[in-house]
């Protein structure tokens, strides 16, 4: 089962990075992990996402591909992959936003985010993120790739 939900703290230069997205790989048992980005970090460089915006984000996926994804809590592989997006990822985010919003329906301000933490990538804010985080009510494997 899923956690239910991912209590993340980024930092950058040992200070609290604002305005950072995450990448969230959901690994899956079967078929395709699960991937959806989150964001923006509060002041503090905190975000916590829930269990339940975890599945919509996965319901979406397999409704959009359905062969090629299972369901997010019934598939789940016990393992979740966390990553802070950098510049490229961010502009490659936007490119996939802008050749899918006619067919998926994105969360609101989705667009905006990415916008804001690819400006935060440019200005300097976001240079070399450090994140932790912990998962609550379940036993799950958190990985933070650098």
């Known amino acids: 089962m899923l956690p239910t ?31 959806s980005i989150w964001g923006p970090t509060d002041e503090r460089g905190s975000l916590t996402i829930q269990r339940e915006a975890l599945i919509e984000e996965g319901k979406k996926d397999a409704e959009f591909a359905m062969m090629d994804f299972g369901q997010p809590e019934l598939d789940f592989a016990g393992q979740i992959e966390i990553s802070v997006m950098k510049k490229e990822a961010i502009e490659r985010a936007l ?23 690819l400006a935060a990538c440019e200005s300097g804010q976001i240079v070399s993120p450090v994140i932790s985080g912990r998962a609550i009510g379940e036993v799950v494997t958190l990985v933070f790739p650098r």
């Open 5 to 35: 939900s991912l209590e993340l703290s980024i930092e950058d230069r040992g200070r609290p990075c604002a305005g950072a997205v995450v990448k969230v790989k959901i690994y899956a048992t079967r078929k395709n992990n699960f991937q």
């Open 95 to 117: 490119k996939g936003y802008a050749e899918y919003c006619r067919y998926i329906t994105f969360r609101p301000g989705y667009e905006a985010m990415l916008h804001d933490a």
